[in-house]
């Protein structure tokens, strides 16, 4: 039994805390840290006190400074955690993984590796910090599962389960995310606001005939008609798993596209021209604030939305490609709804879509199917298991045939 440690207690942690909690027979022990030891005692109580905990285990609180390699290895020590689940911010990706490396943890996390203060990183994102360090993940036989939320994630199980049963050459992907829920805020983020606000404000890097391209933001948009949750208006933009499935498929073209509402797009642009998306440090009264840090504060946090959060998200692949010669399209979904996401754990199902997979990897690990002691992107592993696994944790998925 492996004991898990969770790094980050905001909403994606308070959900990985439930689901790792309900499968704690497999999983063993829990150590949630944070920063702030508060934040971790939070998300303690609140696993406790809705009793998702399996009994027989244990689950603490920890603080841990999540940048330092030292701090992060002495709590798996002592935590006895052999995964590691990381959900803290992306400026941590390697410190936590160097602590992996030094104690012999396996590694899952959910978004590519981010340096403050830099952006419009050069493609393929992974090659710059992550992928460099694949063979001393293989000479230390530990597992790092690279990108293992939803998107990225659960969509790249979904490309690899096309490309093993139902295509024998993938064409074109486009990852397609519409949440058609609703917060009852004027304006707020789903999760962590200066990861999310910087992934929006950046250019978009998409994959096509051989190349990578780049467009300003919100310049390229389309329409598709969602299953459950109707048409929506989706704009072209910049993500993670463009940038390892447009290397371990080579298809024509690989695109991310998200919906946002008249609303967010307006606020976004003011927000955006009055400078406050800037991370460059500003003078206020002798004091540097970096803008987007102080929105950061100002924002509503994640978490509280979950509670008048009502609607759902719609998170697919729609996937071109060719089977024994004949052209064919598929959209391969999840849909999830916020209500019923915050009835079981408290979760909206921006934190919940994010933390199932992460949890589900994490038994896969254990349970030694994907526990394959190198550094992976989700594509590379036999998609068969997750998809079989994941529902049972909460998110199904369905395919849609869409024609040719």
Known sequence: M???????????????A???AQHAVEL???????????SADDVVEHVRRRGSLKAGRKLASARVDAMDTSEVARLIRQSRAGIVINVASPFCNLSIQDACLETGAHYIDTAVHEVEGRVNEPPPWYANYEW???GLFEQAGVTAILGCGFDPGAVNAFCAWAAKHRFDRI?????????????GRFFATNFDPETNLREILE?????????????PHHSMHREYDFPEVGRHVIYAMGHDEVHSLAVHFKPKRVQFWMGFSEQYLR?????????LLSEQPVE?????????????????????LAPDYSGEVCIGCLIKGIRDGEPGSIFIYSTCDHAACYREIGAQAISYTTAVPAVTAALLIARGDWNVRRMVNVEELDPDPFLELMPRLGIGWQVREEGA
């Open 171 to 183: 064409d074109e992907i486009d990852i397609m995310d519409v949440n058609a829920g609703h917060h």
């Open 18 to 20: 439930h689901k790792a």
């Open 28 to 38: 063993g022990d829990i150590t949630v840290a944070s920063r702030t030891k508060t």
């Open 267 to 275: 606020v976004f642009e003011v927000l955006e021209k009055l400078g």
């Open 2 to 16: 492996p004991n898990v440690l969770i790094i980050g207690a905001g909403g994606v942690g308070l959900a990985c």
């Open 132 to 134: 460099p360090r694949r």
């Open 203 to 215: 250019d978009v890097v998409y994959w096509e005939d051989g190349q990578w391209k780049r467009i």
């Open 284 to 304: 206020v009264d002798g004091c540097h604030v970096k803008p987007l840090r102080l929105l950061k504060k100002l924002l509503p946090d994640p978490k509280s």
